[in-house]
């Protein structure tokens, strides 16, 4: 696993990196916490610019919350609410979900956003209430970038860092990244059949 994501994104570039992490912000096929070390990793072999990378994974993920965003912002919270009831199955969310999401936007404002961009299972989910309650679009770009950039960036360097490291670390990476990305479709399947079955 570890080479297949890697030889991704040495071949895509840094569109590659952008379009993964666009898409890891919609319906997530592999993690941040993957994709980003690997392209740190990357551009530590000189495949890749180290500031190319922050940047591309930067754009990306700002782009994906930016769907996210104005879909709050467009489609009225009922509706929004009964499409999460008939399908937010394959997206593993329920409107328990966006409901905590939202109490916890109205508690923290535009802090929210930025604070969300950093924490797994939030990042996607922060974008959603900052639309519904409509967030004037210059902070929430403001906000995302700020949380964005910090979050690809510290990812980024834990994966240039490994380069020195690569022999040793390679052995127990590659079953680690498999194991990890097993688990995240498992996890996504698990909750998906679950929420069909109820």
């Avoid at 939202?102 to 939030?122: D, E, T």
Wanted: a positive charge.
């Amino acid at each position: 696993m570890f080479d297949f994501i890697l030889g991704a994104i040495v071949a895509g570039g840094l569109v590659g990196v952008l379009l993964l992490m666009f898409a890891e912000n919609i319906v997530p096929p592999i993690p941040s916490e993957l994709i980003m070390p690997l392209a740190g990793f990357a551009a530590a072999q000189g495949h890749l610019s180290f500031a190319g990378v922050v940047a591309a994974g930067t754009v990306g993920a700002v782009a994906g919350a930016y769907v996210w965003y104005l879909a709050g912002r467009r489609i009225p919270e009922a509706a929004f609410a009964r499409w999460i009831d008939r399908h937010g199955r394959w997206l593993t969310l329920d409107t328990a979900d966006l409901e905590r999401s939202r109490a916890f936007f109205q508690r923290r404002g535009a802090v929210a956003v930025f604070a969300g961009r950093l924490i797994p299972g939030v990042r996607t989910l922060v974008s959603v209430p900052a639309g519904l309650m409509r967030m004037p679009g210059g902070i929430f770009f403001i906000a995302t970038s700020l949380g964005t950039a910090l979050w690809t960036a510290l990812l980024a360097v834990a994966g240039y860092a490994l380069e020195h490291e690569y022999r040793r670390v390679e052995a127990w990476l590659d079953p680690v990244s498999t194991a990890v990305v097993a688990l995240l479709v498992g996890a996504y399947l698990f909750r998906a059949l679950r929420r069909r079955r109820s």
